[in-house]
């Protein structure tokens, strides 16, 4: 066993493996290595390996999510004035997190991480322990009313005000039976008026079929959805230019490469009125 795996079977003695998710490959995990970090198993590296194989951008794609949710968290943070975000299946702590882009803005920011994997939600609460305006919470984006009226979460966020409501790289590990846009429009009607939806979300593509396949043994198999099917999150919403675009060319801060062009996923903002 890994020394991830050990700590965390460490954590208690009713704690077993298959309990803690640690024969099955990790989609948080699997991010993790994507990424470059370190919080992931062999399980987990395995079947990103296999991924990459089927898609070698995948990690390319990865950082290019990472970076549109700096940019956007940067533009509601500090043009938009927003003070409070909740962000669903946040996944496991890295660098420039959430709390970290828009505390810098403005301390009193309050975020909300929420999640249903424990072994992200251990990893979040040891890095959040010291910090009195942000909360790490258990939930599922497939029961949204639980989320919302969660008594930690409305201790941190008032919904009465704007808030931005964060899914980013989440709603393609949605199957379509489990009523993704039905879960964002819960989600979308309790938001004040003022407040901003952000959504990426990986493209059906070609080129990234193969990869469903090597996600199925995984712990959330993984549903490819096209640019239209994409847009039809924000129905309802004031859609942000440039709209819905490749996560590269969403306001970038610099100049787009040729590479970029790989980064099969689509983000957005969107506003409500």
Sequence with gaps: MDALGR???????????????????NVARMYDYFLGGKDNLAVDRDCAEEVIRHAPYVPLMARANRAFLGRAVRFLAGEAGIRQFLDIGTGLPTRENVH???????????????????????????????????????GDLRN??????????????????????????????????????????????????????????????????????????????????????????FDGLELLAPGVVYLPLWRPDGPVFFEDNCVRAYGGIGRKL
Aim: hydrophobic share 40%; glycine share 4%; net charge negative.
């Design 144 to 233: 949204p009313g639980e989320i919302l009226t969660d008594p930690h979460t409305r201790g941190v966020i008032d919904l009465s005000r704007p808030v931005a409501v964060l899914l980013c790289a989440v709603l393609h590990f949605i199957a379509n039976e489990k009523d993704p846009y039905g879960i964002v429009s819960t989600l979308v009607e309790a938001m004040a008026p003022g407040s901003y939806l952000v959504i990426s979300h990986a493209e059906r593509h070609r080129e990234l079929t193969a990869v469903t396949d090597s996600y199925r043994g995984a712990n959330a198999p993984a549903v490819l959805r096209s640019c239209v099917e994409i847009a039809e999150f």
């Design 7 to 25: 700590d965390l079977f460490r954590g208690s003695e009713s704690n077993s493996p298959d309990l803690l998710g640690l024969n099955t490959p």
């Design 100 to 138: 970290q882009v828009t505390q810098r803005i403005d301390p009193r920011s309050r975020v909300v991480y929420v999640d249903n994997d424990p072994v992200v939600l251990a990893h979040a609460r040891a890095l959040m322990v010291d910090n009195p305006n942000t909360h790490v919470a258990a």
